[in-house]
């Protein structure tokens, strides 16, 4: 059925070539930024090796954003805040801005409420970290995923 | 360096969680930006900021790009003494702004 003389592409080659073609692109446009890789050497950084639950936080930010340059943001961590329990610091990290982190706020049971808001810059749509950092040493985790339509950081002045 | 906008609520009662906002213009230039000749416009935010209640520190927030320009950042603390509250931002290039707000306590 074939003509001996012309090499007849094999599945195998052609599988081949197609995935080197698939993944190309990407190696080429991949820009300087966070991902989830780095956003989880930034989170290992601030908070070392210990685990992190989910809950008792509740990150706050609208799951779809028109203008990523402002965005606001709130943290709420569920704690009676006394001298024995209380939040001691609570850190808000990103996926895909050039840089994982963005805020981190140290306070104390004088705050008598572990809440804080704040506004805050997306490059893309990507999820969202709070991580709370408890007086006995205990960490609590929320995500949110953001969809931004109009991303932060690409305007040129 | 910049003009700040501070809410205490000037009376509260002993015990009571007070909410206090802040809010400081200020560019918060990312170091990613270039201008329209194409040179990269330095790095510019505040990194830092701290609210100390008659000189004890009671909230500190450290900073980094992904913060809006003109930082709001909103808190609260447990009115425990009539008194001063003073805030302080520092920036890249060290320049501090401060701010101070009375609260009375009954």
């Known amino acids: 059925m074939t003509d001996k003389s012309y090499p007849h592409p094999t599945r195998r080659a052609v599988l081949v070539g197609a995935g080197a073609l698939g993944v190309a692109p990407f190696l080429m446009v991949r820009r300087a930024e966070a991902t989830p890789e780095t956003m989880k050497a930034a989170i290992h950084r601030v908070i070392g090796e210990s685990p992190v639950k989910k809950g008792r936080v509740t990150l706050d930010i609208p799951p779809l954003v028109e203008n990523g340059n402002t965005i606001a943001m709130s943290v709420a961590v569920d704690s009676p805040m006394t001298e024995k329990d209380h939040v001691k610091a609570i850190h808000v990290f990103n996926e895909k801005n050039p840089q994982p982190d963005i805020i981190s706020v140290h306070l104390g049971p004088r705050a008598g409420k572990a809440t804080f808001s704040t506004r805050i810059r997306l490059a893309d749509s990507q999820s969202v970290v709070a991580i709370a950092e408890m007086s006995d040493g205990s960490l609590w985790s929320d995500t949110v995923e953001v969809i931004v339509t109009i991303a932060a950081c690409l305007e040129y002045n | ?106």
């Open chain 2, 1 to 106: 360096m910049a003009r700040t906008l501070i809410n205490v609520p000037p009376k509260a009662k002993r015990g009571q969680v007070v909410e206090i906002k802040t809010l400081i213009s200020h560019v918060m230039e990312t170091g990613y930006r270039r201008n329209e000749i194409g040179v990269a416009i330095p790095r510019d935010i505040i990194n830092l900021f701290v609210c100390t209640y008659n000189g004890t520190e009671i909230f500190r927030a450290d900073l980094h790009q992904a913060i809006a320009a003109n930082p709001f950042i909103t808190f609260f603390t447990t009115a425990t003494e009539s008194g001063t509250l003073e805030f302080k931002w520092t920036d890249d290039n060290g320049q501090v702004e401060t701010a101070s707000a009375k609260i009375t306590v009954e």
